[in-house]
């Protein structure tokens, strides 16, 4: 069962004096079926930003349309858009995006705070979940107290216990060392088999090598896309290395 479709999606940037015309997107159709674990890469400018941009509802295609469980983004009132990225999208981003003046307890309860949710079933949410990513003697320190590897999983608490039906990363290990890397990849593994479904975007091989499917973004359209299969990640990590050299030399479509 597909949990998102985009089909025909379009991006058209016009210049402030409306004398130029940038076309991020040109025409961009997949599909991520419930349960899967896509990661997008691409080069700087192919419109992955764009994209996904649009997928999180912060912003509106051109043409074309996304639909998450059948709604078409573009159709929801601006009133309710805030409401419906909360309670439908979960974000992890590059730099975590955490409160400095909040306790690592209350950065992850805040979407539900904002969702109305009172503390008995906020906490009911947070006890297993902190448990589960090993954050439970945390939950009372502040970020600016915690490892870089720390404050990413809070922010993956903080995307999760509002239980969303997709999960949007955006360079998820950008910010992070290559032990905090590895430990992060491991546990979005774990998350996609609890029955997640994730899209993330990165620029990191190593990253995309531990995605279930991997599309590739060139000059605004989706050029190539990779499957797992059978492949261990060192095998999807050499196909994922061979396609980005062939985006950048200017290969041929797959």
């Not at 590059?94 to 009172?118: C, H, M, W």
Request: charge should be neutral; charged fraction near 25%.
């Amino acid at each position: 069962m597909s949990i998102l479709e985009v089909n025909g999606l379009k991006k058209v940037y016009t210049t402030r004096l409306g004398g130029n015309k940038v076309e991020a997107l040109k025409n961009v159709n997949f599909q991520v079926e419930e349960g899967e674990y896509v990661a997008i890469m691409g080069e700087s400018g192919s419109g992955k930003t764009t994209l996904l941009n649009i997928l999180a509802a912060l912003d509106k295609p051109t043409g074309g349309t996304v639909r998450l469980d059948g709604q078409d983004l573009s159709q929801i009132r601006e009133a309710d858009i805030a409401a419906f990225r909360r309670d439908h999208l979960g974000f992890v981003f590059q730099e975590f995006n955490l409160l400095d003046t909040f306790s690592v307890e209350d950065n992850i309860y805040l979407p539900l705070v904002l969702a109305g949710k009172r503390y008995p079933e906020m906490r009911k949410r947070l006890e297993p979940l902190a448990s589960w990513l090993g954050l439970s003697e945390l939950l009372k320190k502040y970020p600016y107290e915690i490892s870089g590897g720390q404050k990413q999983r809070a922010a993956v608490a903080r995307a999760l216990i509002t239980e969303p039906r997709l999960v949007l990363a955006d360079e998820p290990t950008g910010a992070l060392d290559s032990r905090a890397t590895d430990e992060l990849l491991q546990l979005f593994r774990r998350i996609n088999q609890s029955g997640q479904t994730i899209l993330m975007v990165t620029h990191s091989v190593k990253a995309a090598s531990h995605a279930g499917r991997v599309l590739f973004i060139k000059d605004g359209e989706v050029f190539h896309q990779i499957y797992r299969g059978q492949c261990a990640n060192e095998e999807l990590y050499q196909k994922i290395a061979d396609t980005l050299t062939m985006l950048t030399t200017g290969g041929d479509r797959r």
